[in-house]
């Protein structure tokens, strides 16, 4: 599904609700007000430019929107330097098509990112459990272990999930993350409203192949359930084949373990009204 600038910057909101466009992998662009913040935005192919194994990483499907055409973003979230979700090329049309959009990266990132030619200004270092506010949009990042925790020489986490607090809706999207001790217990004071979680899973043949895991079906599942997430929205199963998810596995697992969780399933360039 495509979607132009012109669908979101006038899309009319209610004053309590918040539009949440999805820009596929785990890519979603929040509208709270007048107010734009993107999350993981991948929208090119990268990827495939530069890995040797073309064909595993092809997409499955183009970009819903052009980057270059979202010069209204205020706030980018990033949740990790894998070119899916700090992608160089999509980062740079943004920084371009906008000079007052901000980046907020891991703070392992920042040298990264501040190398693909966005100045150092721009670019705002996340460290866990240290809230930030950016117009409007209240910011807390949490560790995020994909597949296990991995920390700079400082000491700070390369990974991050984050909990959103906009216009009285709280999300949490939570990157690539796997299970860990400590997560609910950080998420449960939260309340989040709508829990946005990877489903691809993990597995001894591809980690073989550097495919780093994820939630499964089930431990997303139960994750919502266990933190009261009002909705839960898989997300990371559907660009790669050699990644991909039926969703039905997904529903599945909601009949099974949580069968009255509210879901949505989002089609790539959906807006879906929280």
């Given at each position: 599904?495509?979607?132009?600038?012109?669908?979101?910057?006038?899309?009319?909101?209610?004053?309590?609700?918040?539009?949440?466009?999805?820009?596929?992998?785990?890519?979603?662009?929040?509208?709270?007000?007048?107010?734009?913040?993107?999350?993981?935005?991948?929208?090119?192919?990268?990827?495939?430019?530069?890995?040797?194994?073309?064909?595993?990483?092809?997409?499955?499907?183009?970009?819903?929107?052009?980057?270059?055409?979202?010069?209204?973003?205020?706030?980018?979230?990033?949740?990790?330097?894998?070119?899916?979700?700090?992608?160089p090329e999509t980062l740079l049309k943004l920084a371009n098509s906008n000079p007052?959009?901000?980046?907020?990266?891991?703070?392992?990132?920042?040298?990264?990112?501040?190398?693909?030619?966005?100045?150092?200004?721009?670019?705002?270092?996340?460290?866990?459990?240290?809230?930030?506010?950016?117009?409007?949009?209240?910011?807390?990042?949490?560790?995020?272990?994909?597949?296990?925790?991995?920390?700079?020489?400082?000491?700070?986490?390369?990974?991050?999930?984050?909990?959103?607090?906009?216009?009285?809706?709280?999300?949490?999207?939570?990157?690539?993350?796997?299970?860990?001790?400590?997560?609910?217990?950080?998420?449960?004071?939260?309340?989040?409203?709508?829990?946005?979680?990877?489903?691809?899973?993990?597995?001894?043949?591809?980690?073989?192949?550097?495919?780093?895991?994820?939630?499964?079906?089930?431990?997303?599942?139960?994750?919502?359930?266990?933190?009261?997430?009002?909705?839960?929205?898989?997300?990371?199963?559907?660009?790669?084949?050699?990644?991909?998810?039926?969703?039905?596995?997904?529903?599945?697992?909601?009949?099974?373990?949580?069968?009255?969780?509210?879901?949505?399933?989002?089609?790539?360039?959906?807006?879906?009204?929280?």
């Open positions: 599904m495509k979607i132009t600038a012109k669908d979101i910057v006038n899309c009319t909101l209610h004053k309590s609700q918040v539009g949440v466009w999805y820009l596929g992998q785990e890519g979603f662009l929040f509208k709270n007000k007048n107010t734009y913040l993107a999350i993981d935005p991948y929208l090119s192919d990268y990827v495939d430019k530069n890995c040797s194994e073309l064909v595993k990483w092809k997409r499955l499907y183009a970009p819903p929107i052009q980057a270059e055409e979202l010069s209204f973003l205020n706030v980018v979230l990033c949740t990790h330097l894998h070119y899916d979700h700090t992608d007052y959009t901000r980046f907020v990266v891991p703070a392992p990132a920042v040298k990264t990112v501040a190398g693909y030619g966005i100045g150092k200004e721009r670019i705002i270092s996340a460290f866990a459990n240290q809230p930030l506010i950016l117009d409007g949009f209240e910011i807390f990042p949490l560790p995020s272990a994909h597949e296990t925790f991995h920390m700079d020489e400082n000491g700070n986490y390369c990974e991050l999930g984050y909990v959103v607090k906009m216009n009285g809706k709280t999300i949490f999207h939570a990157g690539d993350m796997c299970m860990y001790d400590g997560l609910i217990e950080a998420l449960k004071p939260f309340a989040v409203d709508s829990a946005f979680l990877p489903i691809n899973g993990r597995d001894y043949f591809r980690n073989r192949d550097d495919i780093i895991g994820n939630f499964t079906c089930e431990e997303a599942v139960l994750l919502a359930k266990e933190i009261g997430a009002k909705r839960l929205v898989p997300m990371h199963h559907d660009l790669y084949a050699v990644n991909k998810v039926r969703t039905a596995h997904f529903v599945d697992a909601i009949e099974e373990l949580d069968t009255y969780r509210r879901y949505h399933i989002f089609a790539p360039g959906e807006l879906y009204i929280m």
